[in-house]
C-alpha cells in the first residue's frame, strides 16, 4: 500500500503525563484535517513522543527511532517528527546531528497548552486527568524539574470542565496524575488543596472510580486520608512513592521526609482505611548504601507488605546532584539488591492475591483476553479490582459472557497466577 497523504500516526514512550501530551497533539493534528491511524506504516506522517526521565528510557525511544528510520527509507512512511522529554534533556542540536533522518524536532507543549482538548489513547472508559505539571521537589536522583520546569497546578475550574467533558464522553474511570498530586494547589491558592479538589470530583455524574497516583507523604494531610476512608468514588488505593526507608539515604535523596514520619503516616493509613492497596516504588543503589542500610530498606518492605511495589536500579542522570554523589556502588552489588528487594515486593503481591480466593470482587472490565497471535477469546475478559491501576498494576482474568469494556461485574476469585487473578463474573 502506498503513502496515504495526509495520514499520521503517534507512538507516545514513558508515563501517563506524557500520554497526554500525546493525546493533545494527536487532536491539534485532527484538527488541522490529518487523519489518525493506529498502524504507522504507510503514514505521511509518524510522531514519536519520548520519555527523558532515565537513560533506559533514552535508549528506548532511539531503539524505536532507528525501526521508525529504517521504514522512512524502505518508503513505507513519510515523515518523522520527534517531541517530549528527549529533545529537552539532551538537546534538539545535538539529536539533529546524532538523526539527521528525523524531519522535526519538539520539545514539550507549553503551560499554556497543557489543558488543551485531547484524543483519548486509552481505552474509552479510563482517562488520565493531569491536574499539574512540572515539580519543584528537586529530589537528588532526578531530572524531571530540568525537563518539565517547577510545579504548575491546574487551576481547579480549569480541572473540573476537563473532567466533566470527559465523563459525559463515558469516561467512568478518572486516573488523577501529575508529578506530585498532593502538591496540587499551593501555588495558586495558597496551600496544597487536594482533598478539595478531589471532593468536587466525586461529584460528577457518570464517574464511578476516581484513582489517585503519584501522591507523596510530606502532603498526605488528615483532610485527604478522612476522604479516603468515607468510601465514596474515591479509591482506597494509595500511590506513593518512599524510595527508601534509611534516614541517612532519604536525606542524601533529598526527600525532605524521615522513615518514623512515613511510619506514622502508613500506620494512620492502614488504620483508618479500609481495604486499603499501598503502591509503593524504591531505589536500590543510590551511591553511599551500604548493607547495611539496604537491610534496613529489605525489613521495610517485608514490615508493611505493600500490595503493589515497583524498584528500580539507581540511574545517575546528568544534571541531578545524585550523578556526581560518592560512594557509587557496584553494578553487581545494585543487580543482588535489586533482585532480593523484588522478590520481596513480588512475594507480599502474591500473598495479596492469594488472599482474595474465594471472595466476590468489583471488576471493569477493560476488554477481551487476545492471545500471542492476536485473536480475541469471546468469553474471556482483562478486568481490574480498585487494586489495579491501569497498565501497571496486575489485573483479572474473567470468565464470562456478553461483557464490555467499561462495564462494572461482581466476580468470584477461583485462583491466581502469580499476582494476576482468575475468577468468573457472576
Known amino acids: 500500500m502506498p503513502i496515504q497523504p ?19 497533539r494527536v487532536f491539534a493534528l485532527q484538527q488541522a484535517g490529518m487523519e489518525f491511524r493506529t498502524d504507522v506504516e504507510n503514514c505521511e506522517l509518524v510522531v514519536l513522543n519520548t520519555c527523558g526521565f532515565l537513560q533506559s528510557a533514552r535508549n528506548e525511544a532511539r ?3 532507528h525501526a521508525l528510520i529504517e521504514l522512512k527509507k524502505q518508503g513505507s512512511i513519510g515523515r518523522i517528527d520527534v517531541c517530549g522529554c528527549m529533545p529537552v534533556f539532551e538537546g534538539i542540536e545535538t539529536l539533529k546531528t546524532e538523526f539527521p533522518e528525523v524531519d522535526n524536532w519538539l520539545g514539550i507543549p507549553a503551560a499554556s497548552e497543557q489543558s ?3 484524543h483519548l489513547l486509552t481505552e474509552k472508559h479510563v482517562a488520565y486527568l493531569r491536574i499539574a505539571d512540572g515539580c519543584s521537589r528537586r529530589c537528588a536522583f532526578c531530572a524531571i524539574p530540568n525537563i518539565r520546569g517547577a510545579f504548575r497546578s491546574v487551576p481547579e475550574e480549569v480541572v473540573i470542565a476537563e473532567a466533566q467533558q470527559l465523563a459525559e464522553s463515558g469516561v467512568k474511570e478518572l486516573v488523577v496524575i501529575a508529578q506530585e498530586t498532593t502538591f496540587w494547589g499551593n501555588d495558586l491558592y495558597g496551600g496544597p488543596k487536594l482533598a478539595s479538589l478531589l ?3 466525586e461529584k460528577i455524574e457518570g464517574l464511578r472510580w476516581i484513582r489517585l497516583m503519584y501522591s507523596y507523604p510530606q502532603y498526605f494531610a488528615d483532610d485527604l486520608i478522612d476522604l479516603f476512608a468515607a468510601g465514596g468514588k474515591l479509591l482506597p488505593y494509595i500511590d506513593i ?5 534509611n534516614d541517612e539515604m532519604l536525606a542524601k535523596m533529598n526527600r525532605r521526609v524521615t522513615k518514623a514520619k512515613t511510619e506514622a503516616l502508613l500506620e494512620k493509613l492502614r488504620r ?16 553511599g548504601e551500604t548493607d547495611a542500610m539496604f537491610q534496613e530498606l529489605l525489613r521495610f518492605a517485608e514490615k508493611w507488605k505493600f500490595e503493589r511495589a515497583g524498584v528500580f536500579r539507581f540511574s545517575a542522570e546528568r ?11 557496584p553494578s553487581k552489588t545494585i543487580e543482588r539488591r535489586f533482585e532480593q528487594l523484588y522478590k520481596t515486593c513480588e512475594k507480599n503481591s502474591i500473598a495479596w492475591a492469594n488472599r482474595q480466593k474465594g471472595k466476590i470482587l468489583n471488576v471493569q472490565i477493560d476488554g477481551n483476553y487476545v492471545d500471542e497471535y492476536g485473536r480475541k477469546e469471546a468469553q474471556l475478559f482483562i478486568g481490574r479490582t480498585i487494586a489495579d491501576a491501569p497498565d501497571i498494576d496486575p489485573v483479572v482474568y474473567v470468565t464470562g459472557q456478553q461483557l464490555s469494556p467499561g462495564m462494572f461485574v461482581a466476580c468470584e476469585i477461583l485462583e491466581t497466577e502469580g499476582c494476576d487473578l482468575v475468577g468468573v463474573a457472576i
Open 6 to 24: 495526509r495520514s499520521f500516526s503517534l507512538v507516545s514512550l514513558g508515563c501517563p503525563k506524557n500520554l497526554v501530551d500525546s493525546e493533545q
Open 241 to 245: 512513592p518512599l524510595q527508601h526507608a
Open 272 to 287: 483508618r482505611i479500609d481495604n486499603l492497596v499501598l503502591r509503593t516504588s524504591f531505589i536500590v543503589g543510590f551511591p
Open 63 to 65: 531503539e524505536y527511532l
Open 199 to 201: 471532593e468536587k470530583l
Open 116 to 118: 488543551a482538548p485531547r
Open 319 to 329: 544534571g541531578t546532584p545524585a550523578c556526581k554523589f560518592a560512594p557509587k556502588v
